[in-house]
Structure formats: C-alpha cells, structure tokens
C-alpha cells in the first residue's frame, strides 16, 4: 500500500495545480467505493470490538451495561490466567514456526528436485495442510488419546499425553507442524523455482560445492520467500485456537490468548472482558507484524533493490 | 490483511458454550437446583395455560439441534396431521448438532428480538440464562396447573427466579453400565471397589462440562451443594463434597480407574469400555445402545447410581425443555405445541422409537416400554433420584470453576481439599459478577 502511494504521488509535484486536483478527486471517487467496503467489513468490526472492551454488559439483568474504562485491560494483563496464555502461545508460536520452516525448506528442496514421481510427491505432502484443522486435531487426540490410542500401543507405555504438562503441549505443537509445514514447503517451492538454473551452473563451473551452492545461492536468493512463509506462519500461530480447543479444551497448559479470549466472552459470555481480551492478542499480532515489517521488510526491499 | 486478523480473532471467540454430555447422542445434557438460586427476574410476560385452548390460527417455528434421532421431525408431522385440519402448523429448523452452536444461534435471534423460533428446543442448563435476559414467556400458569403430569426433578431444570420458564420435553441421566457376573452396584464405594478387581471404572473426567455432572453426582449423593439456598454464595467447600471428591482421586490412585480419565469424554469413555478391560462404565441413556452390540449383546447392565455410603442418591439431569421465545406472534399456538411435545403418545414414542427419555411417569409403565426398553424402570428410578445443576445466569463460569480444579485434582496436581478450596473463591467471584 506504501509503494502504490509513491508512486501516484511521485509524479503530482510537477503537474499543473487544478489538474492535480482534478485527478485526486477522480481517485478519490473510484477509491471510496472499496474503502467504504473496508471500513463496513474490517474497521466497523474492530471499533465495535474496542467500543465493547471498554464496558462490562450485565450476565444477569437484561440490556443493563457499564462504563468501565480500561480496567477490562488491566485486570486482564494483571490475571495469571491471561498470562499464562500468553506464555503458552509465545512458546507455541516460537518452536512451531522454528520447526515448520526447517521442515518445509527440506520438503521443498526435495519436491524441487526433478525426478520421477514428482507430481504425486508434491500431491501427497501437501495433503496434511488440505485436512482441515479439526479433522487434524481430531485425529491426533485418536492417536495419542490413553492408554489404548496407537502410540501408547506402539510404544508399549501407559502416558496420559493430552492430560499432563508438558507433553498436551508438545503434542499440539506436533500437530501443527504436520499440519502446515507443508504450507512452507508450498511458498518456499514458489520461491525455489523463480532461481534461475544458471546461477548454480555458474557456481558450479567455479567448483562451488553443494553445501557452498545451498549457502551462498539458494538461502539468500530464498529469503524473500522465507520471510513471507515466516510472517504468515507466526501471525496464524499467535491465533491459534483450534487445536488446543479440541485437543484440550485450553487446559493442562495449552491455554492460548485465542481460547482464553472466546472462554470469556462467548461460554461465560463476559462480552466487555473477552473483547479487551481480543483486542490484546489483536495488539500483539500488530506488534509482531510491525516488527516483521521494520526489521525484516527492510531487508526485502533492500534486495529487491539490489 | 492485519486487520483481517482482527477480524478473525474476534468472530472466532463469536462461538460458544459446552453443555453436559455428548455431542453424539445430543440429548445428553442435564442441570438444574431446587432452590433456582441467585436472581430474579422481573417484568417478563407471563402466558396464561388458556391460551393454547384455542390461539389465532397459523404456523410456529420449532427450532431445535439436530434432529439425529428423528423425533423432532416425527413430533412435528403428527402435530400437523392433528392441528393441520384446524388451521394450525408448525415447522421444524434445525441448528448444528454441537450444543455450543444451538444456544448461540437462539442468542442471536433472541439479541434480534427475532420471532423466528417460536418454540426452541432448550438445553436445561440455558433456562436462568435466558430467561434473565428476558427471552422466554413465563410459563408458571400452564405448569403449575399441570406440574403432576410430569416426573419432578425436569421441573427444577424450568425453574429459575420462582417462576417456571418451559415445559419439559426430553430427560436424560446417568447410569453405570456393567456386565453380568458383576456385582450390581449397591454403593459409589462398592463400585469402586469392584471396580479395582474387573479392570476399572471409567467416566468423563477432562475438563469440561460432563466432568462437571460426573463430580456432582458423587457430591450431591454425598449431600453436597454447590450453592447456598438463597443462591447467593458458594458452599462447594463442605466435608461432603470434599468426601467425594477424595473416592474419586483415590480411585485413581489406587487404579479404579485409569489415570486416562482425566482427558476422557463421552467417546473416549465409550471407547475405552469397548476395549473390555474395564468393568464399569458411567454413561448417559444413549451408551445402551452403543455397547449392547457384539460380545456385549444380552450381557449389558445399566443400573442407576448408587448410593454414596453413609449418605444419599442422585443423578444429574440432561436433556432439554420447549420454552417459548418472547417475541412469538403466537405464543398460544407455540403453548398448544410444546403442550403437544410432552403428551402421553409422543413421550411414548420418543423412548420407544427414538431412545430419549420420557418426562411423564405413565410412559415407563406401558408394557410395549417395558418390553422394548428393558432399562426402563432405572431410567424412572434415575429421573427420580436425579438433581439439577445450579441454576444461574453465572452458570458457565461455576462449572468452569468446578471442572478445572476437580480435573486439577483428579490428575494429582492438587489436593482435592485445595481444589474445592479454589473452585470455591472462584465461584463466589462469579457470583459477584456484574
């Protein structure tokens, strides 16, 4: 959105003044039909959402509502229960993604490879990320449910996965690292196919050795690719809810700040504290995003200007 | 984009609530107190019992979860053939089968002040919710003309703020399953003690509303209470509750039961029973007909609950009541169809064909019942025995308070005098809600 700013400003300096105007006011008119659309279907929400978290809404006399400021805020940032959450989806969010790209940068190196059957091994990774995440976090509570799901079968032991810290965690995690790194491998095959081949014949005519090539050639030339995979990933694992919703119900330390969230405000039905709450996990996601795009969107353009 | 996942994370918490027991038999809820403890509600219309006599003609709207078993569909055609000629109608609308789903798509018609459910099929742990807001026809005068038509404890689940919010329609309570050659359950500790020799019991232990009935209905046997008679503070913190509490983690301990059951629900319990390594289930109505196959055919027992020893019985009620949304055109016409759902041959049918449990005590006598239904009379005797879960517009949260920290003690984190402890300093700031 910055860059399409640059641009129609760029040129509007050395034009004539009433043509300018004229030309702004063309945009304007063929621009506000979508912004009026956005602002319906993505700011209305948002302002109800923070109009909400501002309030405490009685659970037990009709219609009766109060003003309470920010303390919905600070009695969620003050509660153990929030941060916990907190803590279990900053731990979610840095090993899953952590490991997802590991995993999807080799399943794309491997898909990106000719060779024969290629096609039905790209069909047949990708079909953990076609499954839906319920469907996932169905089947794993099937196979690590105790004692008589197949893992326990198969490791002989008795373990209560799903009812012990750390291991619901770990296994939530788990799941969701079977369930997307293919997604990685998808972007990052994307990215991997844009490399033109002459580059790594150049470096191999120099005697550039395998590793050298990975190193030097298709990490950095990669990157890009890598960093859209990252950002998507981290914003989607910050949001997590489904997986520990059907796996745990938020429980034995897999609370999230999305599960926490819809317990407040739809099962106990605290509209004015579980909107506060959405608003903050909303505000860390902003925070995160920000930051991918200060830090490492500026690497972006910067190679892309290279 | 960003904002997109606002968005999301918004709509996502725009979801809902888990009412006792499963989302596969959809009929395995249950709640209510005697005492309808904390609130009143004031200034909602009341519906005299005449006015099903003869209201306006036209057609209602019967909204209702799922129809899996096919009765809601058949209640609704055998009102048309009989009312049809007459000029009355109704129509069936049938929401997702998750519990979760139904009350919130009844909240949102209801916030709409949407007629379009006149008659809503009602969980019985939803009556002081909606009620408090406003959201159902008083419906004191047609019950309490007819409260002898109906078996006792369903009618507690209706009550909230003295006054009577629906009529009941289906029940639902717990049995403990075995198998011949097992001792019949005579008490909670003698279960548990036959338990330990023939495998184990297993239940629904994991954080959620069904370990919230399965603990309650050792708790109330015990003679224990969640909430004081004025509904104002909790007394969950008793010796009695604690006792329960105790049979339940040593049962654990002492391998009764399977550590596992601290992440069981009603599918993992039903398939854990299946496996045959354990000798006592406790389960809902609907599991007799899941584990009356295979090996098991002929050989299965449903027994209700025991008593606790030195104390009482209960059970805890499921299933769902017909209230009437305020915002009906006919509400008479609405009276006249609930009035319909709890008569004799639909009751009939319902347990008959449909394997729900009946609200009127006629039904489990009828020899076609008897001969069809052979856990008839411990179903009567289970309805009979059975206790409500509080009713309160703070429920949501009192369960919670209960199912996190009794499934904290059940795993071993905690003692269960500490866990009661908690559950009860957050109940009573639940209570304190706004």
Request: net charge positive; with cysteine.
């Given at each position: 959105?910055?860059?399409?700013?640059?641009?129609?400003?760029?040129?509007?300096?050395?034009?004539?003044?009433?043509?300018?105007?004229?030309?702004?006011?063309?945009?304007?008119?063929?621009?506000?039909?979508?912004?009026?659309?956005?602002?319906?279907?993505?700011?209305?929400?948002?302002?109800?959402?923070?109009?909400?978290?501002?309030?405490?809404?009685?659970?037990?006399?009709?219609?009766?509502?109060?003003?309470?400021?920010?303390?919905?805020?600070?009695?969620?940032?003050?509660?153990?229960?929030?941060?916990?959450?907190?803590?279990?989806?900053?731990?979610?969010?840095?090993?899953?993604?952590?490991?997802?790209?590991?995993?999807?940068?080799?399943?794309?190196?491997?898909?990106?490879?000719?060779?024969?059957?290629?096609?039905?091994?790209?069909?047949?990774?990708?079909?953990?990320?076609?499954?839906?995440?319920?469907?996932?976090?169905?089947?794993?509570?099937?196979?690590?449910?105790?004692?008589?799901?197949?893992?326990?079968?198969?490791?002989?032991?008795?373990?209560?996965?799903?009812?012990?810290?750390?291991?619901?965690?770990?296994?939530?995690?788990?799941?969701?690292?079977?369930?997307?790194?293919?997604?990685?491998?998808?972007?990052?095959?994307?990215?991997?196919?844009?490399?033109?081949?002459?580059?790594?014949?150049?470096?191999?005519?120099?005697?550039?050795?395998?590793?050298?090539?990975?190193?030097?050639?298709?990490?950095?030339?990669?990157?890009?690719?890598?960093?859209?995979?990252?950002?998507?990933?981290?914003?989607?694992?910050?949001?997590?809810?489904?997986?520990?919703?059907?796996?745990?119900?938020?429980?034995?330390?897999?609370?999230?700040?999305?599960?926490?969230?819809?317990?407040?405000?739809?099962?106990?039905?605290?509209?004015?504290?579980?909107?506060?709450?959405?608003?903050?996990?909303?505000?860390?996601?902003?925070?995160?995003?920000?930051?991918?795009?200060?830090?490492?969107?500026?690497?972006?353009?910067?190679?892309?200007?290279? | 984009?960003?904002?997109?996942?606002?968005?999301?994370?918004?709509?996502?918490?725009?979801?809902?609530?888990?009412?006792?027991?499963?989302?596969?038999?959809?009929?395995?809820?249950?709640?209510?107190?005697?005492?309808?403890?904390?609130?009143?509600?004031?200034?909602?219309?009341?519906?005299?019992?005449?006015?099903?006599?003869?209201?306006?003609?036209?057609?209602?709207?019967?909204?209702?979860?799922?129809d899996t078993t096919g009765d809601a569909a058949y209640t609704v055609a055998q009102f048309n053939a009989k009312y049809g000629a007459?000029?009355?109608?109704?129509?069936?609308?049938?929401?997702?089968?998750?519990?979760?789903?139904?009350?919130?798509?009844?909240?949102?018609?209801?916030?709409?002040?949407?007629?379009?459910?006149?008659?809503?099929?009602?969980?019985?742990?939803?009556?002081?919710?909606?009620?408090?807001?406003?959201?159902?026809?008083?419906?004191?005068?047609?019950?309490?003309?007819?409260?002898?038509?109906?078996?006792?404890?369903?009618?507690?689940?209706?009550?909230?703020?003295?006054?009577?919010?629906?009529?009941?329609?289906?029940?639902?309570?717990?049995?403990?399953?075995?198998k011949t050659g097992e001792a019949v359950p005579s008490t909670w500790q003698q279960v548990y003690a036959d338990a330990k020799k023939?495998?184990?019991?297993?239940?629904?232990?994991?954080?959620?509303?069904?370990?919230?009935?399965?603990?309650?209905?050792?708790?109330?046997?015990?003679?224990?209470?969640?909430?004081?008679?004025?509904?104002?503070?909790?007394?969950?913190?008793?010796?009695?509750?604690?006792?329960?509490?105790?049979?339940?983690?040593?049962?654990?301990?002492?391998?009764?039961?399977?550590?596992?059951?601290?992440?069981?629900?009603?599918?993992?319990?039903?398939?854990a029973f299946d496996t045959g390594k354990y000798g006592y289930l406790r389960n809902w109505t609907y599991a007799y007909a899941v584990?009356?196959?295979?090996?098991?055919?002929?050989?299965?027992?449903?027994?209700?609950?025991?008593?606790?020893?030195?104390?009482?019985?209960?059970?805890?009620?499921?299933?769902?009541?017909?209230?009437?949304?305020?915002?009906?055109?006919?509400?008479?016409?609405?009276?006249?169809?609930?009035?319909?759902?709890?008569?004799?041959?639909?009751?009939?049918?319902?347990?008959?064909?449909?394997?729900?449990?009946?609200?009127?005590?006629?039904?489990?006598?009828?020899?076609?019942?008897?001969?069809?239904?052979?856990?008839?009379?411990?179903?009567?005797?289970?309805?009979?025995?059975?206790?409500?879960?509080?009713?309160?517009?703070?429920?949501?949260?009192?369960?919670?308070?209960?199912?996190?920290?009794?499934?904290?003690?059940?795993?071993?984190?905690?003692?269960?005098?500490?866990?009661?402890?908690?559950?009860?300093?957050?109940?009573?700031?639940?209570?304190?809600?706004?």
């Amino acid at each position: 959105m910055a860059t399409v700013a640059n641009q129609a400003g760029a040129p509007a300096p050395t034009r004539r003044r009433s043509r300018s105007l004229s030309e702004k006011r063309l945009a304007v008119l063929m621009v506000s039909p979508s912004m009026i659309l956005i602002a319906l279907v993505a700011a209305w929400p948002i302002i109800y959402a923070i109009w909400l978290s501002l309030h405490q809404y009685s659970v037990r006399v009709a219609g009766l509502s109060r003003w309470v400021g920010a303390d919905n805020y600070t009695s969620a940032v003050s509660s153990p229960d929030w941060r916990s959450a907190l803590y279990h989806t900053i731990i979610f969010t840095v090993i899953s993604v952590t490991l997802e790209t590991m995993i999807g940068l080799g399943m794309a190196l491997a898909m990106h490879r000719a060779f024969r059957g290629q096609g039905l091994l790209r069909t047949v990774v990708l079909v953990p990320w076609a499954v839906l995440t319920v469907v996932t976090a169905v089947m794993w509570r099937t196979m690590f449910v105790s004692p008589y799901g197949f893992i326990n079968t198969i490791l002989g032991t008795h373990t209560v996965w799903l009812g012990q810290e750390p291991y619901a965690l770990i296994i939530i995690i788990l799941a969701d690292v079977w369930k997307t790194s293919p997604f990685i491998a998808l972007l990052l095959l994307a990215g991997l196919q844009v490399i033109p081949d002459d580059i790594y014949e150049a470096a191999k005519v120099d005697g550039a050795t395998a590793w050298q090539r990975f190193v030097r050639i298709t990490l950095p030339l990669l990157k890009p690719a890598i960093l859209v995979a990252l950002i998507f990933r981290t914003l989607d694992a910050l949001r997590i809810f489904d997986l520990p919703y059907v796996l745990t119900q938020g429980t034995v330390g897999t609370s999230t700040l999305s599960t926490i969230a819809q317990q407040t405000f739809a099962t106990n039905r605290l509209y004015g504290q579980g909107a506060a709450m959405a608003i903050l996990a909303f505000i860390i996601v902003m925070l995160v995003s920000f930051g991918y795009i200060r830090f490492v969107g500026g690497n972006i353009r910067g190679m892309t200007a290279e | 984009m960003r904002r997109g996942l606002g968005i999301a994370i918004v709509s996502t918490i725009a979801l809902t609530v888990t009412a006792c027991g499963s989302s596969s038999s959809g009929s395995s809820s249950s709640s209510s107190s005697s005492s309808g403890g904390g609130g009143s509600v004031s200034g909602a219309k009341t519906l005299a019992a005449s006015a099903m006599n003869s209201p306006p003609k036209g057609t209602i709207t019967y909204c209702t979860g799922k129809d899996t078993t096919g009765d809601a569909a058949y209640t609704v055609a055998q009102f048309n053939a009989k009312y049809g000629a007459q000029g009355y109608h109704a129509n069936l609308v049938q929401f997702p089968a998750s519990a979760d789903q139904q009350r919130t798509q009844f909240i949102q018609r209801q916030q709409a002040k949407s007629g379009s459910c006149d008659v809503f099929s009602s969980d019985v742990i939803w009556t002081a919710e909606f009620s408090s807001q406003k959201w159902l026809y008083d419906l004191t005068p047609y019950v309490t003309a007819n409260a002898s038509k109906f078996i006792a404890a369903p009618l507690d689940t209706i009550h909230y703020s003295g006054k009577y919010w629906g009529v009941p329609q289906t029940s639902d309570a717990a049995f403990i399953y075995y198998k011949t050659g097992e001792a019949v359950p005579s008490t909670w500790q003698q279960v548990y003690a036959d338990a330990k020799k023939t495998g184990g019991i297993v239940y629904q232990g994991a954080p959620y509303e069904g370990l919230t009935c399965d603990f309650l209905e050792l708790a109330f046997a015990a003679g224990g209470q969640v909430l004081s008679a004025d509904g104002k503070k909790s007394v969950l913190n008793s010796p009695q509750n604690v006792k329960a509490l105790e049979l339940m983690v040593s049962g654990i301990k002492q391998g009764s039961a399977p550590q596992a059951v601290t992440t069981y629900m009603e599918p993992e319990s039903d398939q854990a029973f299946d496996t045959g390594k354990y000798g006592y289930l406790r389960n809902w109505t609907y599991a007799y007909a899941v584990h009356n196959t295979g090996a098991l055919k002929g050989k299965l027992h449903a027994a209700a609950l025991p008593t606790f020893a030195g104390a009482g019985k209960a059970s805890i009620l499921g299933g769902h009541n017909s209230v009437i949304s305020a915002y009906s055109a006919d509400p008479g016409l609405a009276l006249k169809f609930a009035d319909f759902f709890a008569s004799p041959a639909m009751q009939k049918a319902a347990i008959l064909k449909f394997s729900l449990a009946a609200i009127i005590p006629s039904v489990y006598h009828d020899p076609d019942v008897l001969k069809a239904v052979p856990y008839a009379p411990q179903l009567l005797q289970a309805l009979s025995q059975a206790k409500a879960r509080p009713v309160s517009p703070v429920y949501p949260q009192i369960s919670q308070a209960i199912y996190t920290n009794v499934n904290d003690a059940l795993a071993g984190r905690v003692s269960p005098q500490a866990a009661l402890q908690k559950a009860d300093s957050q109940i009573n700031s639940a209570l304190a809600t706004f």
